[in-house]
């Protein structure tokens, strides 16, 4: 699955907002983790449970995703429903992929998916955005 991280300018600031999140389910007596919220329960919940993962864009990148644990639809006492996308706590960063805005999230085929960061030799010591042009520019 692939979704925006809207209002997240860097990765940090995605890494942020689950930790701040965490946090707060924790105070709650929620387990501790980041979780995606979503109106819409995905269709095809037993294919995306099966190894897939979130793949987060920003500022028009797929740089990082995290592994889906379980996908969960909540009621509320109105009978309105809404989804929550319980993902594990260690994202895993990705090569840098161009993408198109969209609203809400979709569905991504594991061919159109960027490969993990950590498959990629050289590099460790450079700057992330150092590291984005060089990929950027075909230099990887």
């Known amino acids: 699955?692939?979704?925006?991280?809207v209002g997240a300018t860097c990765l940090q600031d995605l890494l942020?907002?689950?930790e701040h999140?965490?946090?707060t389910r924790q105070n709650l007596g929620l387990a501790p983790r980041p979780v995606?919220?979503?109106r819409m329960t995905p269709k095809r919940r037993d294919e995306v449970l099966?190894?897939?993962?979130l793949y987060w864009v920003i500022k028009g990148q797929i740089l990082v995703r995290h592994p889906i644990e379980d996908i969960v639809t909540l009621e509320d006492g109105?009978?309105?429903?809404r989804c929550e996308i319980l993902l594990q706590h260690d994202p895993i960063q990705t090569v840098p992929q161009r993408c198109s805005a969209f609203q809400g999230w979709r569905y991504l085929l594991a061919k159109d998916a960027?490969?993990?960061?950590?498959n990629l030799e050289g590099g460790e010591g450079l700057s992330e955005p150092l590291r984005q042009e060089l990929f950027k520019l075909g230099a990887w």
């Open 1 to 5: 699955m692939i979704k925006l991280a």
């Open 16 to 18: 942020d907002w689950h």
């Open 21 to 23: 999140q965490a946090s």
């Open 36 to 38: 995606c919220d979503t």
């Open 50 to 53: 099966d190894g897939g993962s």
């Open 78 to 81: 109105t009978g309105k429903t």
């Open 114 to 118: 960027p490969p993990d960061h950590k």
